[in-house]
């Protein structure tokens, strides 16, 4: 289906006159190098975020109860459409928000801070969007781990932040890799979240596109815009495939 | 149960009995349900793993399968902070010892299950912990490099004044290397002692049964003055009855297969003496073991083997006699 | 396709209930025929005319893809004629290109000034309030990516004296404009006057009063300059096959009875002259409370479109970054 | 954790929150979109087509990733980055080209059509999410089914797909949600007869934001909220091994 | 190398000499780089594991950790499509074999080392495959339960009339079970043949050190008519000499350390006798382990245990003789 889908796009591609216009546009690059950032900036964030969240219910955390609790509050946002749910950052960032609120009632703070119709906006939504991605992925790999190694971890003496870091970390890797890739390539396909909580002024590449197709009417160059995005991000994630399989843990069978 | 410093104590007992379990409550990992541990006096309890200056050989080995066979045996060392520049040297040092020393950039999975077996043990003892826990630690080891490695263990003991806490399902290995044996059934210690006493003494037909004995018979009666225990009609001789100072009932005797000659003709000499036909015979190198139907059940003899034909035909009816002081009688 | 079966292609949402319970509806039990809707957005629509593959009889489509419809000629012409209410239709309501009337508006929404009257004392009357450095960082602007938002940008052009075929002053102009947010979609930007994200900004009319109707301190009014208006229009696509029908539902749907009972669902003024409108109704007409057809600002879709690409690119470069 | 805390927080905030003051959440808008036919197919639709799709490409997935998974050759790693690409692809890409292609066929603007599009888009996510569990399972295990006469295929349903269980749980939630949340492609592949809930909601936003939307989203988040606690209670069923 | 139909064939050898991998190779998880596997004359080459009539018992165990034990044994007979009836009965038989029925409802988590051993064996065994290829099947049981266990194993391939490829690492079990025995050394095998022929004539240094005998010396000269041969400046009587025939070079004299007896005169009846000083002895249990430093070099000698004191101190002087028929002479 995806091949279909491919070949359908090159269709638009009947003559090099959309690309021309768009590689001598140095617009086009600046928006690109942005795009690529926020994506990069969320997809590590909300890995980090994630993996913490999943390490944490599915070791630390005991009580049954309270797992299922983590569960539901990291997955259920998941749900909800991405407008909605931008919508409700608003509360939580907006100038009358309850993060603004809160230092200003401390005394942090006398004016309240811009927290969102920019970059930082951005990526805090896009980190909410991508967290339970991370998760989902984060908390497969935790549980198929092999327990007995980081009791060899730490019977030979590494804290539980060391064997965190140096068992726990690299036997996720694979997954690790995964989010990754997933999460950026989410983030750089996303148009609402840049739209709304960036304020409509952190242009990113999926605003671009979309306008093009959806007010400008132009599928042609929207379906070149899109390749031009498409193809470095390709190749990040096809780098990232390639280094996952290389270091891969040797098995018996190679 | 209080295990000395320095001491090299072995956990002996059947597949299940709990000797994993053991140990993993002396290195942390379980917490024991009712009872203390003690560590140089004080409580270890809900003391972290890491905490503990105690290392253990893992029975599954528990390689870190993303690390290669160097990085897994500096592990220890790094996580104790030593300086970089030694840490190379001791590796290698543990590597060679274990005979793999040629191996250091491979990964877990590109060894064989006994060169896994010997990196888990280069990758505790490297250490040097003031107790060193091991799970069958040799276990998937051939006889020849087993031996080696049991003496490479007791030189390290030796030498580094470790507390050796030793699980291992080789009689033998445990005769020869521990200062003390506990032999353990269904989670309980049956016996405490050195080897020499637990072999010789066994305080119970599983003692017995375990340490490689496996003639043992219940007696209908015996006279602790003449100094003669009967079983299935047949009186014999024994050396030690106290066992049978209060009474008889659940007594049995026990005949090492190994203290049993065989001969042609009755044999004059030996306290005791049976005719017996053989059942069944196998080669088993240095010895010949041979099953033989007497009159009081099944004996189970081991001749040592000197070249001569081995072939003992079924049915053959030969003597067996032994020593009244190879008859312990046991409650 | 099923014979027996009218298709209109029509919108989701309030504005899709609205036109079945208003238009659909009556015309089905006046005709008696079924009616299928195709919901979609004006663009999606006018994609499927494109693919030529649906069997579409009447088209919903907004102001300027109605204009693309016609440039990628998939309309048919519209024979007034045939329209019984015609003559009660206004004048802007009647599209026309080249001799040929391709459009029917069935209703006009606008984009006006909005505020917030606990925040702001004085009522703005010129877009060129936006500017007020007291407003910094307060205002809020349809995006480019909605359908009002090149028109407010040739608004705003015209009304600090730009020429018509450049957005140069525009450009200069919304370049010094401290906004909070630009909006997408009409909800987005009714979000941001809820919370107080917004207190003054270009707003759609019917977001302002649903504002007010749920109770927050909301005026709207028109700008001296016009408010910037867009509308829905009917339309008879060339694949249709039942035009003596199109030309009923038309005629249906801009029908006085139609017309008021939309605008009082959709807050859109009408397209019939004869449609009555109660006063509180009024109050909330695009274009404001005394206000007519001719304070609208209507854009010259035809010229927006052929620079269209080009706007966009020099107003995302130049004013967003 | 910091940080976590307020997220927590939020994503309970978002679920109520939206634009509306608390009032408009009340039953009233509930009794509203249940009362009302149309939502109340479009909620069906939704959840069985999210679902049916959700499965589609879990088995595709599952199965294009069995054949990638354990290669190291460059062609696998080149074949699992090119099946992530309609997840780079804005989805106004997708669907325009989906609809284009449909037109062709002459499945456009049926429930076909848009499960066959959620599915492209599905894929990826499946396949990159089960692809990495896959590659390292316990070759062990799998020569072990092997030699006790288990088939290649057999291996696969016996061994390696209850190894990776969770994985594809997960994938398969994955792929739900991204059928249930998508707007941009649906839009143009719907059903003209018949919206999803999140096209509808876009709908609803295009010319205002009624109280219709809070409802639809608070219903999602607990369609969403009982079918996590479902998959929870099914995953944990067989949680023992460890 | 053929492996007769029914026989009960031991591979031998040390820690990562390729045991695993050539049972991979007949299993068919690995290609042989070269060479031919003929299967009942027919080439299994390229053959799926599944479609070959052959089961394994793995070193790993290798059982499936989301089936519970019963569900693991049944496994090969679901796939094999045996009645949905039959199956029940023939897994808890095959359990039972194990001593382990009443686990048959755990996972294999919950399982200690040895006992999830036991399941992998009832997992192939219960299949009643053609060639059964078995890993170390017995590598975590302790003495007791091997013993057992052996008994079992013989008493299956007695019964079903499967071949057996049995990789251990201990000799006695090799050489008890076995029809033949394989000792392998770096991939190659060494010397292929029956226990007897193994253990009393091994053809290299390798082998007859690998199947225990721990007295290797190096001859200076050999006399084939006189039967002696010198080592170390010692003449020793030896018996057979073929090995002389061709030169002495690269020639050594092997003695059983379990033929040497020690006393504290010097023994006019044997063939050799030599004075030797005690360097360290150790308990064996039947057996006492003494290491002595005679004219040629470090002797091991093992003698049995009867009670008697077994604490030989170092530096004693004992002598130390055994006939010309337990010195072999090999090239
Ligand atoms: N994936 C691999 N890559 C490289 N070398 C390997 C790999 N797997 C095994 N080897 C090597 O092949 C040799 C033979 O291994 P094999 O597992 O057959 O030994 P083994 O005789 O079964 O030993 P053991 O008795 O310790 O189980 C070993 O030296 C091992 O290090
Ligand atoms: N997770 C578990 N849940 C329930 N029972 C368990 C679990 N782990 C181990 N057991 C049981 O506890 C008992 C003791 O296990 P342990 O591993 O200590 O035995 P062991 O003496 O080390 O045996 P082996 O010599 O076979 O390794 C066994 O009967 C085992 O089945
Ligand atoms: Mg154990
Ligand atoms: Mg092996």
New binding site residues.
């Given amino acids: 289906m995806a091949v279909v889908v491919q070949s359908l796009i090159s269709d638009h591609r009947l003559s090099f006159h959309w690309y021309e216009q768009l590689l001598g546009e140095d617009y086009y690059w600046i928006v690109l190098v942005r795009s690529i950032w926020l994506s990069f900036l969320s997809a590590a964030i909300s890995i980090i975020v994630g993996y913490s969240l999943a390490y944490i219910s599915s070791r630390l955390v005991v009580s049954r109860a309270l797992r299922k609790l983590i569960l539901i509050a990291v997955l259920t946002p998941l749900f909800t459409s991405a407008v909605v749910r931008a919508f409700g950052w608003q509360i939580v960032l907006g100038s009358d928000g309850i993060i603004n609120d809160i230092f200003i009632g401390l005394g942090l703070v006398d004016a309240p801070m811009r927290l969102m119709f920019n970059q930082l906006g951005v990526i805090v939504g896009l980190v909410h969007f991508l967290v339970p991605f991370a998760y989902l992925t984060s908390s497969a790999t935790l549980q198929s781990h092999d327990l007995s190694l980081v009791r060899a971890a730490r019977d030979l003496g590494g804290g539980p932040w060391s064997t965190f870091w140096r068992i726990t970390v690299p036997l996720s890797r694979t997954a690790l890799i995964a989010s990754f890739s997933i999460n950026f390539a989410l983030a750089i396909s996303s148009y609402v979240v840049p739209a709304v909580l960036g304020g409509g002024r952190v242009k990113v590449m999926a605003a671009l596109i979309y306008e093009t197709f959806s007010v400008d009417l132009n599928w042609q160059l929207g379906s070149a815009i899109a390749v031009f995005v498409f193809v470095p991000v390709m190749i990040v994630l096809f780098s990232l495939e390639v280094l996952g399989r290389k270091t891969a843990i040797p098995t018996r069978s190679d | 149960m209080s295990i000395k410093e320095g001491e090299f104590l072995s956990l002996l007992?059947p597949?299940?009995?709990?000797?994993?379990?053991i140990l993993r409550m002396i290195a942390g990992f379980d917490e024991p349900s009712s009872g203390e541990l003690l560590i140089d006096g004080s409580s270890a309890l809900g003391k972290a793993p890491d905490k503990r200056p105690i290392n253990t050989v893992f029975?599954s080995y528990a390689l870190f399968p993303h690390m290669t066979i160097k990085e897994n045996v500096a592990y220890g060392l790094r996580r104790k902070r030593w300086a970089k520049s030694r840490i190379p040297q001791a590796v290698q040092d543990s590597l060679d010892m274990v005979n793999m020393g040629a191996y250091a950039d491979r990964y877990p999975a590109q060894l064989s299950g006994g060169q896994q077996q010997r990196i888990a043990l280069a990758r505790a003892v490297v250490n040097e912990p003031r107790v060193l826990l091991l799970d069958?630690p040799l276990g998937a080891l051939d006889l020849k490099l087993r031996k080696q490695m049991q003496l490479e263990l007791m030189r390290i003991h030796r030498q580094v004044g470790t507390t050796f806490i030793y699980?291992t399902?080789d009689q033998e290995e445990a005769l020869v290397m521990s200062d003390r044996i506990a032999v353990l059934n269904g989670g309980i210690v049956e016996q405490l002692g050195s080897p020499r006493s637990l072999y010789d003494s066994p305080r119970s037909r599983f003692v017995a049964d375990f340490m490689g004995s496996s003639n043992i018979f219940e007696i209908d009666s015996g006279d602790s003055k003449a100094k003669t225990v009967s079983v299935g009609g047949v009186d014999i001789s024994v050396q030690n009855t106290e066992a049978l100072e209060s009474g008889t009932d659940n007594c049995a005797v026990i005949i090492r297969p190994e203290r049993i000659s065989v001969t042609t003709g009755a044999k004059a000499d030996a306290d005791n003496c049976v005719r017996g036909r053989i059942v069944e015979s196998a080669f088993l190198g240095p010895m010949i073991l041979i099953l033989a139907e007497v009159p009081f059940g099944t004996l189970n003899v081991k001749i040592p083997y000197y070249g001569q034909d081995t072939d003992f035909e079924q049915g053959e009816e030969l003597y067996f006699s032994w020593q009244a002081s190879d008859a312990i009688v046991i409650k | 396709s099923d014979d027996s079966v009218f298709t209109i292609a029509t919108y989701g949402g309030s504005y899709g209930d609205s036109i079945r319970e208003r238009v659909i509806k009556p015309f089905e039990e006046k005709y008696d025929v079924k009616v299928r809707e195709e919901m979609a957005v004006s663009n999606v629509t006018l994609g499927k005319l494109m693919q030529g593959g649906s069997d579409i009889d009447v088209a919903f489509m907004d102001g300027g893809v109605s204009e693309h419809a016609e440039s990628m000629n998939v309309l048919e012409p519209i024979d007034t004629s045939k329209l019984s209410n015609a003559d009660s239709l206004i004048d802007e309501a009647v599209y026309e290109k080249d001799g040929k009337k391709f459009a029917i508006s069935a209703g006009f929404y606008a984009v006006g000034l909005t505020y917030n009257t606990e925040k702001i004392d004085t009522p703005p009357k010129s877009w060129k309030d936006l500017w007020k450095p007291e407003y910094a960082n307060k205002v809020t602007a349809p995006s480019v990516s909605n359908a009002m938002g090149l028109p407010f940008v040739l608004g705003i052009n015209q009304a600090f004296g730009g020429e018509a075929n450049n957005i140069d002053t525009a450009v200069k102009e919304l370049g010094k404009l401290k906004v909070a947010s630009y909006f997408d979609t009409a909800g987005a930007g009714e979000n941001l006057f809820q919370g107080d994200e917004a207190t003054i900004g270009a707003a759609y009319a019917s977001s302002a009063a649903a504002l007010k109707k749920g109770g927050k301190p909301i005026e709207y009014v028109t700008p001296e300059e016009g408010a910037i208006a867009g509308d829905i229009r009917l339309h008879i696509p060339k694949t249709s096959s039942k035009t003596d029908l199109a030309y009923k539902f038309i005629d249906l749907a801009i029908s006085a009875q139609a017309q008021q009972e939309m605008s009082a669902d959709l807050l859109n003024a009408p397209v019939n002259k004869k449609a009555e409108l109660s006063e509180s109704l009024k109050a909330q007409m695009p274009y404001g409370k005394d206000g007519s057809i001719a304070d609208l600002n209507i854009p010259d879709w035809f010229a927006l479109n052929e620079n269209r690409q080009k706007w966009t690119i020099e107003f995302n470069q130049e004013v967003i970054g | 954790m910091g940080p976590i805390v307020v997220l927590i927080g939020a994503s309970f905030g978002t679920g109520n929150g939206l634009s509306f003051p608390p009032k408009g959440l009340t039953f009233e808008w509930f009794g509203q979109v249940i009362g009302n036919a149309v939502y109340r197919r479009e909620l069906v639709l939704s959840l069985v087509l999210a679902a049916v799709a959700a499965t589609v490409s879990l088995i595709i997935g599952f199965l294009a990733s069995v054949a990638l998974g354990r290669s190291k050759r460059a062609w696998a790693s080149a074949m699992t980055s090119y099946f992530l690409s309609p997840l780079i692809v804005p989805q106004v890409v997708i669907g325009a080209a989906l609809m284009q292609y449909y037109a062709l066929v002459g499945i456009g603007g049926t429930q076909l059509g848009l499960l066959l599009g959620h599915v492209v888009i599905a894929i990826p996510y499946v396949i990159r999410s089960i692809v990495g569990s896959i590659g390292e399972v316990d070759p062990a295990l799998l020569e072990a089914s092997r030699d006790l006469g288990g088939s290649r295929w057999r291996t696969v349903i016996d061994v390696m797909l209850p190894i990776v269980k969770r994985s594809a749980i997960g994938a398969w939630l994955f792929a739900f949600v991204m059928s249930w949340i998508n707007v941009e492609l649906s839009v143009f592949i719907a059903p003209g007869d018949l919206a999803t809930v999140p096209v509808e909601i876009f709908n609803h936003l295009q010319y205002s934001a009624d109280p219709v939307v809070a409802a639809l989203s608070s219903l999602s988040a607990i369609v969403a909220l009982l079918l996590v606690l479902a998959i929870d209670k099914l995953s944990d069923l067989e949680s023992m091994s460890r």
């Fill in positions: 007992g597949s299940g009995c709990g000797k994993t379990t029975q069958e699980v399902h």
